[in-house]
């Protein structure tokens, strides 16, 4: 991220991926194995929770935990990863675990990708007990159900979404987690299914 960069100046030069072998490895194994839609998704969350952390004043930020994170936050839907019993965003954080692992993370920092994945999920995330998580829930709450459309300045919206636009997100993102909310119930999959998603998706605000 800019040291530079403020809430009225935000562009997509404000923002620079991590370059550690774990943010690679995370973006190398979602650009394989999410559809171009996903992955426009996946990095869209991601700076939409770096510029929700600018707009709020949020610094005390681990902005390599939060990519890796976002990136990786919904690699459980795709069918190689898939669980059988748990939640696409359990799923996802474990794959997180076993792939920072890999790239030298210790278990207690692994274990908080994990958690932060878990979280985006949550209805809601006290940032006083995980801001990574925090803003990668309101940041998946702006990409999917279109929460707080005018938080962020518009010409960041806009040059963001030129540059990763979101193809057929409504549809690829609605069959997805209504799949995963029949196969288990018990999951925050039917919540997001019972609480309105796939209309959220259709009528999103941007677009």
């Known amino acids: 991220m800019s040291e530079n960069a403020t809430p009225d100046h935000l562009t997509l030069a404000s923002f620079d991926a991590p370059s550690s072998a774990a943010a690679r490895a995370a973006l190398s194994l979602a650009t394989q194995y999410h559809s171009p839609t996903l992955l426009n998704h996946v990095l869209r969350s991601w700076l939409w929770a770096e510029a929700f952390a600018i707009v709020e004043g949020r610094s005390d930020i681990d902005h390599e935990l939060l990519y890796v994170a976002?990136?990786?936050?919904?690699?459980?839907?795709?069918?190689?990863?898939?669980?059988?019993?748990?939640?696409?965003?359990?799923?996802?954080?474990?794959?997180?675990?076993?792939?920072?692992?890999?790239?030298?993370?210790?278990?207690?920092?692994?274990?908080?990708?994990?958690?932060?994945?878990?979280?985006?999920?949550?209805?809601?995330?006290?940032?006083?007990?995980?801001?990574e998580g925090y803003l990668l829930e309101i940041a998946t709450g702006l990409d999917i159900s279109g929460a707080r459309p005018d938080a962020l300045p518009a010409s960041f919206i806009r040059e963001v979404l030129d540059a990763y636009p979101r193809l057929d997100l409504a549809q690829e993102f609605g069959t997805g987690v209504v799949d995963q909310a029949a196969r288990k119930p018990h999951t925050a999959a039917h919540r997001l299914v019972e609480g309105g998603v796939v209309r959220k998706l259709a009528d999103h605000p941007l677009g």
Not at 74 to 87: A, H, K, M, Q
Not at 91 to 97: E, F, M, N, Q, Y
Not at 116 to 131: E, T
């Open 70 to 131: 976002a990136v990786l936050h919904d690699i459980g839907l795709v069918p190689e990863f898939d669980n059988v019993f748990r939640s696409y965003e359990e799923s996802g954080g474990h794959v997180a675990v076993a792939l920072t692992r890999g790239a030298g993370w210790d278990e207690h920092r692994g274990q908080r990708a994990l958690e932060v994945i878990v979280r985006h999920n949550w209805p809601a995330v006290d940032p006083d007990l995980d801001v």
